[in-house]
């Protein structure tokens, strides 16, 4: 599976094929045999093939398809499971819930469309007593579908390489609790040794990783797991979970418990279990994550302790570093922002980002386990989002670690992946780097009066962050004594603008920094009411008016271009002159307009000029003109379309002219407001040619 195809390869497949053959000479009755007595063997992919066998040769026995299915779902082979238990998949009274099972299979196997129409189907003919309970569930799994469409639609994040890593690490088995002792070290846990236990491997060169091999001077731990591990930032002690081999390794069904070993030298001491609050009996406690905060070591774990929320929680306990004994602090779950009632699992609080990465399965998952983020601590957190693909598979994603630099990481998942893993049946570490960006996203504009059109100086702009449930995270504000505002983001990402001043209405506009508008080179404006303008006196009478359109997003190849600035304030040989005006705004009645006393602005026009008064609106203002672009093909069909280069500002205004009277230019200015791109559009008067300026309107 995980090696090229040779001779011993094909032979195993030539075997495979007279075994299938062999199997085909079997009566039903004696598929059936062979199937429950590998089932009380947990050799599942075994029974799971002897119960299929028996279906097809009895197709009106439909618990052959129900238990070979089981069997394949144990084995999370979502495939085989699904393609077996579409044929009970209606039968919910006899086989609970097995729609929800066979639409999760899909789901786990990619087939997102599929699985949200079965989802619908199941849940419309489901009438049992927890009907609410489901109704929840099949909801959330339901926006998972959604969410992997989306994200099918864009595309893995494309600064995020992954890669499988080969068989030194990877094996058959099941490999999983990556501890990235540095960027060249790597600690992990596998059953490879058909036990759980703890293997070494170090970065040969370049991306190759060195045959991984147990850890030197480790105690001996006889006949049990042992797995699972962290690592405190001074390597004084490690945490790792024993776990009973009572049963085949089953991970969360393992029963574990969480030990320190003390680092003395070269060697470590005899592990010692935390005490028993933290162990508590018959639970699992395990994936323990130790991080340090002054004089404090907070230790975070996953357990279905009592007082959790669901299945696995996550919880987390405290001792001071400088004492010696094991005196934790009593665990404290780590409330509704992380755990869920489904299960949550493998903490990993990096300190870098101010976050806990976890594992869920009870939240809005592309597959069944998804990683998630949360900023905060200990038990205050910001909403977890979902970290996306390609860290995300439509299979299980957890066990995500960071290294030491933060230039790269690890997670544990069982998705095929291309030749190299063509299953999902066992898990596998996946590395990952953050590749340089580079295309840097900027968030770029100015702070206009809506009134006068003139740039108003020490405007606050702030920017906020949109989560999936539309929710605001603040991330930056700054002053703006110019009235120009720029901020990096990150791709991918909503985010929200906020403008405001003293004796203005806010401003705001939201946008996704994937979809951006060649405005200018650096950005478009954000208008502020005045107060008074509207039909209020101060903001709690504020008119309700949708301030859209008005900032964008800007793609720079790095390294980052520097954003033109606006124009600074021209001097007189004897005194400063106020900064130059976009243009001036002038309130006429609609009869008859009445000049500025300002200066009217010529442009360097390529447009006709008239004689007389005349109206234009100008529709867009931007650093490079296409006529040919899209944004233009309705509005051409309403009037001849100018365009203007303003050499003060570098700019060009792209006019709808020309209208003898104010009326004709009112008339045409909603719609050409409601199109795209135009939302900002307003009216200009000109006299003999020449620009006079905007019409409040």
């Keep these: 599976m995980k090696n090229p195809i040779h001779l011993s390869l094909f032979a195993a497949f030539l075997l495979l094929a007279l075994n299938v053959q062999a199997q085909d000479k079997l009566s039903w009755k004696k598929h059936v045999k062979l199937a429950d007595e590998l089932y009380a063997k947990a050799q599942y992919a075994d029974a799971g093939e002897h119960y299929r066998a028996a279906f097809k040769q009895k197709t009106k026995k439909k618990e052959f398809a129900q238990k070979a299915g089981e069997c394949f779902f144990i084995m999370r082979d979502y495939r085989n499971a699904a393609d077996i238990w579409q044929h009970v998949k209606d039968e919910n009274a006899t086989y609970p819930l097995i729609g929800l099972r066979y639409a999760r299979c899909l789901k786990q196997n990619g087939e997102h469309e599929m699985a949200s129409?079965?989802?619908?189907?199941?849940?419309?003919?489901?009438?049992?007593?927890?009907?609410?309970?489901?109704?929840?569930?099949?909801?959330?799994?339901?926006?998972?579908?959604?969410?992997?469409?989306?994200?099918?639609?864009?595309?893995?994040?494309?600064?995020?390489?992954?890669?499988?890593?080969?068989?030194?690490?990877?094996?058959?088995?099941?490999?999983?609790?990556?501890?990235?002792?540095?960027?060249?070290?790597?600690?992990?846990?596998?059953?490879?040794?058909?036990?759980?236990?703890?293997?070494?491997?170090?970065?040969?060169?370049?991306?190759?990783?060195?045959?991984?091999?147990?850890?030197?001077?480790?105690?001996?731990?006889?006949?049990?797991?042992?797995?699972?591990?962290?690592?405190?930032?001074?390597?004084?002690?490690?945490?790792?979970?024993?776990?009973?081999?009572?049963?085949?390794?089953?991970?969360?069904?393992?029963?574990?418990?969480?030990?320190?070993?003390?680092?003395v030298g070269k060697t470590w001491t005899s592990?010692?279990?935390?005490?028993?609050?933290?162990?508590e009996q018959n639970v699992s406690t395990t994936q323990p994550n130790v991080i340090q905060d002054g004089n404090t070591e907070i230790l975070y774990f996953a357990s279905n302790r009592n007082g959790g929320m669901g299945g696995m929680d996550i919880w987390y306990t405290t001792r001071e570093i400088s004492s010696t004994a094991n005196d934790f602090t009593l665990p404290i779950n780590a409330g509704s922002k992380i755990n869920t009632k489904g299960d949550?699992?493998?903490?990993?609080?990096?300190?870098?980002?101010?976050?806990?990465?976890?594992?869920?399965?009870?939240?809005?998952?592309?597959?069944?386990?998804?990683?998630?983020?949360?900023?905060?601590?200990?038990?205050?957190?910001?909403?977890?989002?979902?970290?996306?693909t390609p860290i995300n598979s439509p299979a299980d994603d957890f066990s995500f670690v960071r290294t030491p630099s933060g230039k790269g990481g690890f997670v544990v998942s069982n998705r095929s992946y291309g030749n190299e893993k063509v299953n999902t049946t066992d898990e596998d570490i996946f590395g990952f780097m953050y590749e340089t960006p580079t295309v840097q996203y900027t968030a770029?504009?100015?702070?206009?009066?809506?009134?006068?059109?003139?740039?108003?100086?020490?405007?606050?702009?702030?920017?906020?962050?949109?989560?999936?449930?539309?929710?605001?995270?603040?991330?930056?504000?700054?002053?703006?004594?110019?009235?120009?505002?720029?901020?990096?983001?990150?791709?991918?990402?909503?985010?929200?603008?906020?403008?405001?001043?003293?004796?203005?209405?806010?401003?705001?506009?939201?946008?996704?920094?994937?979809?951006?508008?060649?405005?200018?080179?650096?950005?478009?404006?954000?208008?502020?009411?005045?107060?008074?303008?509207?039909?209020?006196?101060?903001?709690?009478?504020?008119?309700?008016?949708?301030?859209?359109?008005?900032?964008?997003?800007?793609?720079?190849?790095?390294?980052?271009?520097?954003?033109?600035?606006?124009?600074?304030?021209?001097?007189?040989?004897?005194?400063?002159?106020?900064?130059?005006?976009?243009?001036?705004v002038v309130t006429v009645p609609k009869t008859k307009p009445t000049p500025p006393p300002s200066k009217p602005v010529k442009p360097a026009a390529n447009a006709p000029m008239s004689s007389g008064t005349y109206y234009k609106i100008q529709i867009i203002a931007l650093a490079k003109v296409d006529m040919k672009h899209s944004r233009f093909s309705t509005v051409k069909n309403m009037r001849r379309i100018d365009n203007e280069f303003f050499t003060d500002k570098k700019l060009y205004r792209v006019m709808l002219a020309d209208y003898k009277t104010i009326e004709e230019a009112e008339a045409d200015l909603p719609s050409v407001r409601g199109m795209k791109d135009f939302g900002d559009a307003f009216i200009v008067e000109y006299k003999d040619g020449v620009r006079v300026g905007a019409i409040k309107n």
């Design 444 to 584: 770029s504009g100015e702070v206009f009066s809506k009134a006068s059109r003139d740039v108003v100086d020490n405007a606050e702009v702030a920017l906020y962050e949109i989560d999936d449930k539309g929710q605001r995270r603040f991330v930056k504000k700054i002053v703006s004594p110019n009235g120009h505002y720029e901020f990096m983001v990150e791709p991918s990402r909503r985010y929200s603008l906020e403008a405001s001043k003293d004796g203005f209405f806010k401003a705001n506009y939201d946008f996704d920094s994937n979809d951006y508008n060649e405005y200018t080179e650096f950005g478009a404006p954000l208008y502020l009411e005045p107060y008074g303008v509207g039909s209020g006196e101060d903001e709690n009478d504020a008119p309700k008016e949708d301030m859209t359109k008005v900032a964008v997003v800007e793609k720079t190849t790095a390294p980052k271009k520097e954003m033109p600035k606006p124009d600074a304030p021209k001097k007189e040989a004897t005194k400063p002159t106020a900064p130059a005006k976009k243009e001036e």
């Design 344 to 388: 949550d699992i493998t903490p990993f609080y990096d300190k870098i980002d101010g976050a806990l990465y976890f594992a869920s399965n009870g939240l809005v998952s592309i597959g069944g386990f998804d990683v998630y983020k949360s900023k905060g601590a200990k038990s205050f957190w910001q909403t977890a989002e979902n970290v996306g």
């Design 117 to 263: 129409d079965e989802l619908v189907k199941f849940l419309s003919k489901y009438e049992g007593a927890d009907k609410a309970a489901v109704t929840q569930i099949v909801q959330t799994e339901i926006k998972g579908c959604e969410l992997a469409a989306q994200y099918t639609m864009k595309g893995d994040d494309p600064n995020i390489l992954m890669e499988h890593l080969s068989s030194n690490i990877n094996t058959q088995e099941t490999e999983f609790g990556p501890i990235p002792f540095s960027d060249e070290a790597l600690y992990f846990s596998s059953t490879m040794a058909k036990r759980a236990e703890i293997y070494r491997s170090i970065r040969t060169s370049g991306s190759d990783w060195g045959k991984a091999t147990p850890i030197d001077n480790f105690p001996a731990i006889d006949g049990d797991h042992f797995c699972n591990g962290t690592l405190t930032p001074d390597a004084s002690r490690f945490y790792f979970t024993i776990c009973k081999s009572e049963e085949k390794w089953g991970g969360l069904t393992t029963h574990c418990e969480i030990f320190v070993t003390r680092r």
């Design 271 to 279: 592990p010692e279990r935390l005490p028993d609050y933290i162990n």
